[in-house]
C-alpha cells in the first residue's frame, strides 16, 4: 500500500483501565480491517490510547478515521457508565 495520508490521533484518558479496554475492544477490528486501502494502528502509552491511521488517500482516511473514533467515543462512554454506578 503505497500511503499518501496519514494521521496520529492521542487521546488522554481518564484512567489505565479505559486505556486497556479501548485496546482490548479495537484491536479484533483493527487485525481483519474492511478495507486494504486503510492501516490501523493502536497503542497505550501511559494514560493515553494512540490510534494511527495510514491510509492511500484522504477518503480512505476519513473514513477509517470517522469509524475508530465513534467506536472510541462509544466505548469510552460504555467504560464510564459501568464506573459510575
Given at each position: 500500500m503505497s500511503t499518501s495520508a496519514k494521521a496520529d490521533i492521542r487521546l488522554k484518558l481518564a484512567n489505565e483501565k479505559q486505556v486497556k479496554t479501548?485496546?482490548?475492544t479495537l484491536t479484533p477490528e483493527a487485525n481483519?480491517?474492511?478495507t486494504r486501502r486503510a492501516h490501523i494502528k493502536l497503542q497505550k502509552k501511559g494514560l493515553f490510547f494512540?490510534?494511527?491511521v495510514e491510509a492511500e488517500d484522504t477518503v480512505a482516511l476519513?473514513?477509517?478515521l470517522n469509524?475508530?473514533?465513534r467506536w472510541i467515543d462509544s466505548t469510552v462512554n460504555v467504560v464510564r457508565l459501568i464506573e459510575d454506578t
Amino acid at each position: 500500500m503505497s500511503t499518501s495520508a496519514k494521521a496520529d490521533i492521542r487521546l488522554k484518558l481518564a484512567n489505565e483501565k479505559q486505556v486497556k479496554t479501548l485496546l482490548d475492544t479495537l484491536t479484533p477490528e483493527a487485525n481483519s480491517p474492511v478495507t486494504r486501502r486503510a492501516h490501523i494502528k493502536l497503542q497505550k502509552k501511559g494514560l493515553f490510547f494512540v490510534l494511527t491511521v495510514e491510509a492511500e488517500d484522504t477518503v480512505a482516511l476519513r473514513a477509517t478515521l470517522n469509524t475508530y473514533l465513534r467506536w472510541i467515543d462509544s466505548t469510552v462512554n460504555v467504560v464510564r457508565l459501568i464506573e459510575d454506578t
